[in-house]
């Protein structure tokens, strides 16, 4: 069984978790600058953080909010993160392009490069929350809550993972939409066909999705 | 050689996204790797191309970094030494 | 009941060395690769070595009107070749296409975004649109390993099946997964910048290794499901995925998600062949898959890296490096490390220095493994019945 345990959302104007707003971006912000100050204001000093891109940034802060405050940041291989992403590191990928157009100003970093993958944000949260267990990284057109339970639903059949972190990650320029969730997976208590339990999973990812928060 | 440090220290902020930190919390003479600012693998290769893009010193390998890399007076100093711009 | 196996019914390389899985292996028991300096190649202000297609000649290869990418004619070539020996129809509700690559077609937006092309899940698109297929392709981008996890992935959707679009549970009976990548200034200035490359031949778990050479192929598999499979097939057995859990670039040095990955397959020692290990001549990748493999127990099974023959070819590794595993088992054969002298890791390990017939007929086994930036480690169990 495929449980919603917490949930977070972020777009170009605000980040909430569970329905409840945490930060609304100020007027002309970059996102950038926004991320930063969330990261500031949530009182954890992780100075990796600063270093990431936008696209690391929003996955990072979004698994802040909907993992629990009191963590146990102990090693766990029985847990996974999974997400889908359309732009990929496409916002990134820009960046190192700038770097590399000009031979006569040619100065490609490495600080750049490593984000133009779109796994980089799986593996900050891996890193984070010291998570030895599976991370997938999908390009997907759009969020599809069939592709997602079929993920989960492998994960659950292979029985090796009990949470997930999961979701839709994507960031192009001034572009934002991300919608992490926290899944418990209980293999031994499925109890619905799939089909059923698809169906309620859709129905609580669509709730999530149109909801205003 | 004063002015080079406070440079390269600004410089170093920037390159490496040291967010929380400001020049003069930098110590000229502390290690910039290990215990020093936490700084990482990719920290060090940033580092070489800072040495290119602002000073023109290129630089063939990451061992060679290791040496120039101890503090940033040790830096500025080879920078001084071996800048082309 | 028997359990329904993964096997594959067909399979394709596209290489700098030839447009079959025959060519490409037959070239590299011979010992061959095009792997080479190149100067002023993409635009490069630095030379690199790197092995290469030959882009006319995979033009001609290809021979068609329509207009495809470099990355796009050779997945498709290798799509079509693998799909042909499978003798299936691409076109059916029950295949679904499994696309690996790391950066697609991200040459197209050089001069910044101006059409859909970059978008990887586009390049799947055209994959999968040119064999009239009309499932939403999956693209897996996780880094240097994503070879395997699209098989990982093809594995788990023809067992379990999926969810539709409609919400209905759907199964599929046969997954193509399609492995490609073409080298850009956007690739090879950035594993530049890394200083990750080496000007000179490459030199997998050598003490002297200086680094990695990049390559462009393209690779497919076709999986399919059964309980009757043909004697001499390619069985998928298990695989993992874990994360280091450590840092984006460096390789764990207690190879935490690789060791995790390997011991999650459940292997039977005695029953492997070999290890076709990543090997891309890095320092970091290499101590890390040697120590991943001591800390097994494994230090005494032979270990081959395949990078002295076409280079590290990024989202095609893992599905060329399977297809030329397959056939060395085949074979009855153990391929070298091409380009290593001294072997010299932090791990024990018994790398592979010459062409070795496998005379234990009971090792028809081989695992593959695979890591890459992001932390990410998978490893994958295959039999040859």
């Known amino acids: ?213 | 050689m004063e002015e080079l440090i406070q440079t390269l220290k600004e410089q170093i902020i920037e390159a490496l996204n040291l967010e929380d930190m400001n020049p003069d919390e930098i110590d000229a003479n502390a290690p910039l790797f290990g215990e020093g600012l936490g700084l990482d693998s990719i920290d060090a290769l940033e580092l070489i191309v800072l040495l290119e893009k602002n000073y023109g010193i290129k630089l063939a390998n990451a061992a060679e970094g290791k040496k120039i890399f101890q503090s940033v007076a040790v830096m500025a100093d080879y920078i001084s030494k071996n800048r082309t711009k | 009941m028997t359990e329904q196996q993964v096997y594959a019914i067909g399979n394709c390389i596209v290489s700098p060395l030839g447009y079959t899985s025959d060519q490409t292996f037959n070239s590299i028991v011979n010992g061959t690769s095009m792997l080479s300096l190149h100067k002023g190649t993409f635009d490069l202000p630095e030379p690199f070595f790197a092995s290469l297609f030959d882009r006319e000649n995979l033009d001609k290869e290809f021979n068609c009107e329509c207009r495809y990418t470099t990355v796009e004619q050779a997945a498709i070539l290798a799509a079509a070749r693998a799909i042909r020996q499978a003798g299936i129809d691409p076109s059916q509700d029950n295949v679904l296409f499994v696309i690996s690559s790391t950066k697609g077609n991200i040459n197209n937006a050089a001069h910044g975004l101006q059409d859909m092309t970059p978008y990887v899940w586009h390049t799947a698109n055209r994959i999968a649109g040119y064999f009239g297929n009309r499932n939403m392709p999956v693209t897996v981008s996780l880094a240097c390993t994503s070879g395997i996890v699209a098989q990982i992935a093809a594995m788990r959707a023809l067992k379990y099946g999926g969810i539709g679009a409609s919400g209905n549970r759907q199964t599929y009976r046969y997954a193509v997964v399609v492995g490609a990548e073409e080298l850009s200034k956007f690739i090879v200035s950035g594993f530049q910048s890394f200083r990750a490359l080496s000007t000179e031949h490459c030199m997998p778990f050598d003490a002297n290794r200086k680094g990695l050479n990049l390559g462009e192929s393209a690779a497919a598999i076709v999986y399919t499901i059964g309980t009757d499979i043909p004697k001499g097939s390619l069985v998928m057995k298990s695989g993992a995925i874990r994360n280091d859990a450590n840092h984006i670039s460096a390789p764990s040095r207690t190879a935490e998600g690789l060791l995790r990955a390997i011991q999650a397959l459940g292997a039977e020692k005695d029953r492997i062949s070999f290890i076709n290990a990543h090997g891309t001549a890095t320092q970091y990748n290499d101590d890390m898959e040697s120590v991943a493999i001591e800390r097994a127990g494994w230090s005494s099974i032979p270990v081959n890296s395949l990078k002295g023959y076409l280079g590290h070819t990024l989202g095609a590794a893992g599905v060329v490096e399977t297809i030329l595993s397959y056939n060395s088992i085949k074979k009855g054969i153990i391929l070298p490390c091409k380009g290593t002298v001294t072997p010299g890791t932090v791990g024990k390990i018994n790398p592979c220095m010459e062409l070795t017939a496998q005379t234990d007929s009971s090792r028809n086994c081989f695992v593959k493994l695979i890591s890459g930036f992001g932390g990410s480690n998978a490893a994958a169990l295959f039999e040859v019945l």
């Open chain 1, 1 to 213: 069984m495929i449980t919603v345990k917490s949930y977070c959302k972020i777009d170009g104007r605000t980040i909430s978790a569970n329905g409840e707003t945490v930060s609304e971006r100020p007027d002309g912000q970059s996102l950038k600058d926004w991320f930063t100050n969330v990261h500031k204001e949530s009182g954890l000093s992780y100075p990796k953080f600063y270093k990431m891109d936008n696209l690391s940034k929003a996955g990072f802060l979004a698994a802040e909010q909907v993992l629990p405050e009191n963590e146990d940041v102990q090693p766990k291989e029985d847990t996974a993160v999974v997400l889908f992403s359309g732009a990929g590191s496409l916002d990134t990928d820009l960046q190192h392009m700038e770097t590399i157009a000009d031979n006569n100003n040619y100065y490609p970093s490495p600080h750049v490069f490593v984000y133009t993958l779109a796994n980089i944000v799986c593996g900050e949260i891996a890193i984070r929350h010291r998570i030895f267990g599976e991370t997938m990284c999908y390009i997907a057109e759009s969020l599809s809550a069939e592709q997602l339970y079929s993920q989960l639903l492998y994960l659950e059949r292979e029985r090796n993972t009990r949470h997930a972190i999961c979701g839709w990650c994507d960031i192009l320029k001034d572009e934002c939409k991300v919608l992490l969730l926290h899944v418990e997976i209980c293999p031994a208590c499925s109890t619905a066909e799939n089909e059923e339990e698809m169906s309620y999973f859709r129905k609580q990812l669509t709730e999530i999705l149109y909801s205003k928060q």
